[in-house]
């Protein structure tokens, strides 16, 4: 079957913003992907490229602290391609410091950018509409 | 996230099982950090590990460096494919010790 009679969808789901329902981020993208007539491994590099921009959001937006807040997740697609959307009321994101580190200086942090680089076509960062302060934009064209 | 550890002629065996995502690296690390610190030598065992993703790939970078640091070794054994591929990801196989 070729990638192209890939169905269209759009799901959106809700999480508390905290580490522990990071699993709960990646059983709903498994449960998407499940529906899409793609490989198994670019499933796993689609769940592994969502959960870091989650764990981001986590880790940045919001410090790891404690937050009532949610962030919304959305996956679509729509003739082949796929757009995945993150909206948070976190810290408002500064583009100009988000960068991973230099693939061969070896320490721990600063990968999972790297990761979502990697495995997507383009990332883009915008303000969010309200009440969403953060909307994060990862795409790919599932049709190559 | 679960583990094991067995001990073997000064080799501890660290068999981790589940899912390891940054809400369970500190507890990896404090089962992991304490055998390096005591300088055994540390075999991680991820043949049970399903997904890793930049928060683990960190923990394994943190470990190689104690160990190198303190004269040990911490080897990987049993790597489950999706976890080489993070690795390969990261482009760290030549870094890290793979067996």
New interface residues.
């Given amino acids: 079957m070729r990638q192209s009679q890939i169905i269209n969808l759009d799901e959106k789901r809700d999480f508390e913003v905290n580490s522990s329902n990071l699993k709960h981020v990646r059983s709903f993208c498994r449960e998407v992907f499940e529906k899409l007539n793609i490989k198994q491994d670019l499933k796993d590099e689609l769940v592994l490229a969502i959960a870091e921009a989650a764990q981001n959001i986590v880790k940045h937006a919001y410090n790891n602290e404690e937050t009532e807040d949610k962030m919304e997740i959305k996956i679509s697609v729509s003739n082949g391609q796929l757009e995945i959307g993150f909206f948070d009321k976190g810290r408002p994101v500064e583009k100009d410091k988000i960068r991973h580190r230099k693939i061969d200086d070896i320490k721990p942090g600063g990968l999972g950018t790297f990761f979502i680089q990697q495995i997507m076509d383009a990332v883009v960062f915008k303000e969010g509409e309200k009440p969403w302060i953060n909307h994060l934009i990862l795409s790919k064209n599932l049709n190559n | 996230m679960s583990y094991r550890v067995t001990e073997e002629n000064n080799i501890s065996t660290v068999y981790l099982d589940g ?1 390891i ?3 369970v690296t500190e507890r990896a690390k404090e089962v992991i950090m304490p055998l390096i610190e005591a300088k055994k030598e540390v075999h991680l065992n991820l043949k049970d590990v399903q ?1 890793m ?3 683990g ?3 394994l ?2 470990s190689h ?1 104690k160990a190198t640091e303190l004269g040990t070794k911490v080897t990987l054994k049993e790597i489950s494919k ?1 976890v080489l ?2 690795i390969m ?4 196989e030549q ?1 890290l010790n793979l067996d």
């Fill in positions: 899912e995502d940054m809400d997904y993703d930049s928060s790939i960190s923990v970078i943190e460096q999706s591929k993070v990801m990261a482009k760290l870094i």
